[in-house]
Nanobody, 123 residues
């Protein structure tokens, strides 16, 4: 069973920075994708940034240029560096990963989620 554990959330003034870290219980190379989603209170979960298969990085438009991903394959961690934070970045941030397995002609996708960490940006 895959476990994802987040750390690094907190409260910060607008314009400040935070770094979130996700520690995975498996090798990062075993995942089809791994990264971060967020869920503002009362709103739907949305992709923030993730590593896709083949090493590509994908960012939500509103965070592009402010947030950046990094990974440490030796430690099985994925970090999200968040700069120039805005009040609208306030949300629970969740680490997410998925794996694709092929059994015969069938393809299966398993998703994994961390518990989430709160990020609050005040003006």
């Amino acid at each position: 069973q895959v476990q994802l554990e987040e750390s690094g959330g907190g409260s910060v003034q607008a314009g400040g920075s935070l770094t979130l870290s996700c520690a995975a219980s498996g090798s990062l190379d075993s995942f089809n994708s791994i990264g971060w989603y967020r869920q503002p209170r009362g709103m739907q979960r949305e992709l923030v940034a993730e590593f896709k298969s083949g090493g590509r990085e994908e960012y939500w438009a509103s965070v592009r240029g402010r947030f950046s991903l990094s990974r440490d394959n030796a430690k099985n961690t994925v970090d999200l560096r968040m700069n120039n934070l805005l009040p609208e970045d306030t949300a629970v941030y969740l680490c997410h990963a998925d794996r694709i397995t092929n059994k015969g002609w069938q393809r299966y996708r398993n998703e994994y989620w961390g518990q989430g960490t709160q990020v609050t940006v005040f003006s």
